[in-house]
């Protein structure tokens, strides 16, 4: 069975040859390798040659498709799709690495049990330390489909090995522009429509969080914005689907008012801007707190933009002892 392992690749000379190696030295022969350089300005596509050309049995499976202008990660995600030939596939992120039997025992569940989608689990590298990314084990297909909706749990695309066809049948791709919040608008629905989904409890995945410039580490409100949108068009993709899933993105779109606020007084946005704090404060409709994690409470309670900024910064230095504290054990 073939499977397409897709790859965007924008600005990570430092990383791309790990990725790559961890690619190519797959366990697994039956592989197809769909790059996308989305007009990087580095030597991310240089070093990726470099790679390729140690891998000469690798080669004639290897694509590199250019954008002739930089269109961001969403539609670099839309090209590797469109370009894939693959009855699977598994996104990897050119920062990040996979262990090189993952394509194989995916595959060995997958054939076992005919799964549309298998989930496995990743290590995440932080400058803390090493700790396990996972969705709870023995999970019913509707319970994660609700967590991730919800946000509680992560929608990371790279957590799936997925059936091509569901992507095609019910043309699931990611709206161009919304290159923070598009593995939350397409996740759930490949959950959605996948009918046997399997999880693989072994680490498989390498999840990098220790660059300070990627697009996950950084804050902005047009990044903000972009998960507002992807909020926005899931909510119309379950809007006649059952209530439990219309319910997971009320609650979804209360979390991200809140974490727009916790953003805003953390320092990353403007703070001078009381006027869109206290506009997103007003966005809150107060009988929803059912499901909103504890940690967000304090912020719908405290209407004083100081003490909000003194909660949330107290919460962030509290946060980061604990885990130094926790490494020391």
């Known amino acids: 069975m073939l499977v397409s392992i897709c790859v965007p690749v924008y600005g990570v000379e430092k990383y791309i040859e790990r990725c790559a190696v961890s690619l190519f030295e797959q366990t697994y022969g039956n592989i197809e390798f769909v790059f996308v350089n989305d007009c990087t300005q580095d030597a991310s596509i240089d ?86 990314l996972c969705y709870p084990s023995n999970i019913s297909k509707d319970e994660l489909l609700y ?34 919040g598009e593995d939350y608008l397409t996740t759930p629905q490949l959950l959605y429509y996948a009918k046997i989904v399997t999880m693989l409890n072994r680490e498989l995945y390498n999840y990098d969080d220790t660059r300070q410039d990627s697009l996950s580490g950084t804050f902005s409100f047009k990044r903000d914005n972009q998960e507002w949108e992807a909020t926005l068009l899931l909510e119309q993709f379950f809007s006649d689907k059952e209530e439990q899933y219309r319910k997971a993105v009320n609650i979804a779109k209360i979390s991200r008012v809140l974490n727009t606020i916790k953003n805003i007084c953390n ?15 007003k966005m809150i409709p107060h009988q929803c707190y059912k499901g909103i994690p504890m940690k967000y409470i304090p912020l719908i309670i405290i209407n004083d933009f100081r003490l909000a900024c003194l909660y949330v910064k107290g919460a962030v230095y509290v946060k980061k002892i604990m885990t130094i504290f926790s490494k020391l054990r």
């Open 147 to 180: 967590g991730i909706i919800s946000r509680k749990y992560r929608p990371h695309i790279w957590f799936f090995l997925i059936n091509k066809e569901i992507y095609n049948k019910y043309n699931i791709r990611v709206t161009e522009g919304i290159d923070n």
């Open 47 to 132: 070093i990726l040659y470099s790679v390729i050309s140690r891998y000469p049995e690798r080669e004639k499976d290897i694509k590199i498709i250019v954008h002739n202008k930089n269109r961001g990660l969403a539609a670099a995600r839309n090209t590797a799709l469109s370009h894939s030939s693959g009855k699977y596939i598994l996104w990897v992120d050119s920062d990040d690495y996979i262990e090189k039997d993952a394509v194989e025992l995916l595959l060995d569940i997958q054939r076992k049990n005919c799964s549309d989608i298998v989930i496995f689990n990743a290590k995440l590298h932080s400058r803390y330390g090493y700790s396990t």
């Open 267 to 281: 320092g990353y946005g403007n703070k001078q801007d009381f006027e869109r704090y206290n506009a997103i404060k």
